[in-house]
């Protein structure tokens, strides 16, 4: 309860928490609340690039289809990219750090300096590299951005698994000759979950980023699919005239991860009070 009554408190918190629960529920209900869900893959000459109306809130693209409709389900490709991508990161860098920082051997340093050698290199130019040569599709986006996040995550579990090993509770257990994976299962990740969750919480603003980097460059999902960066990159040539058609993608992405950082800062706050900021 405590917990809860300091995150109600902040108000910046609150405001991301609000983002993301608008963007989960639109993405939940795109079917529903999207004015012509069934005409977001098709095309309709006549009807192109026409300006913000009462009939279509957000206008029309080049294909005719209205903007707000396939914004509602871009969400869901969005989410759904993020999630996965994130997720599977996760399952690659946090098991390598527990290793890497339980273990004092040649094995956790050769983890540890492949981690490296991948933040060696800018994660947005790696993730284009490896989604140019795969191809452009989604599984090709979630694929990249899983290969070039998970040293992120081990570098942070690393750390803080490295640090936990010292601690009495540990140490008593390995004196009462609990295995190294039981330790490590039971003692220690546990205690280095708050790092681990407000990371994943502020990673997947990143994801959404990089994803859209990817898409507006044409490294991401295929036409006619209505995904936010492709959105965009098709506005470039009906600039300044349509600019409807570029301002309501661009803002959904700015949202989306201004939601989700301020919602991981107000994590970090709660779980970590070391990191407290003022508000």
């Not at 405590?2 to 918190?13: G, I, M, P, Q, T």
């Not at 090993?165 to 994976?181: D, I, K, M, T």
């Given at each position: ?26 993405a939940l209900f795109a ?184 898409g507006f460059l044409g ?61």
């Amino acid at each position: 309860m405590d917990l809860l009554k300091r995150f109600s408190k902040d108000k910046a918190a609150l405001i991301g928490l609000s983002l993301l629960s608008l963007l989960m529920l639109a993405a939940l209900f795109a079917p529903l609340l999207a004015p012509f869900p069934n005409d977001v893959f098709d095309f309709h000459i006549g009807n192109r690039l026409q300006p913000p109306s009462a009939t279509s809130l957000f206008g029309t693209d080049r294909m005719g289809s209205d903007i707000f409709s396939r914004m509602l389900f871009g969400a869901r490709i969005t989410l759904m990219l993020a999630g996965i991508a994130v997720g599977s990161a996760l399952v690659i860098g946090v098991p390598i750090g527990l290793v890497a920082g339980y273990y004092q051997n040649w094995v956790s340093d050769a983890l540890m300096r492949i981690a490296e050698i991948f933040l060696a290199v800018p994660q947005i130019v790696l993730a284009i590299a490896i989604a140019q040569t795969l191809g452009p599709s989604i599984e090709n986006v979630i694929l990249a951005l899983s290969l070039t996040y998970w040293p992120f995550w081990a570098r942070l579990v690393y750390a803080e698994t490295r640090s936990m090993r010292n601690e009495v509770f540990v140490e008593s257990a390995v004196a009462l000759g609990a295995s190294p994976w039981r330790v490590i299962v039971l003692h220690i990740l546990p205690n280095i979950a708050s790092p681990i969750i407000v990371r994943t919480s502020i990673g997947m603003g990143a994801t959404i980023l990089t994803a859209a980097t990817l898409g507006f460059l044409g490294l991401g999902a295929p036409p006619p699919t209505p995904e936010w960066g492709r959105m965009i990159a098709e506005s470039r040539e009906f600039l300044p005239e349509a600019w409807w058609y570029a301002l309501a993608p661009g803002i959904a992405i700015f949202l989306t991860v201004l939601g989700f950082n301020l919602f991981g800062d107000g994590l970090r706050d709660i779980l970590d009070p070391r990191t407290r900021r003022s508000v």
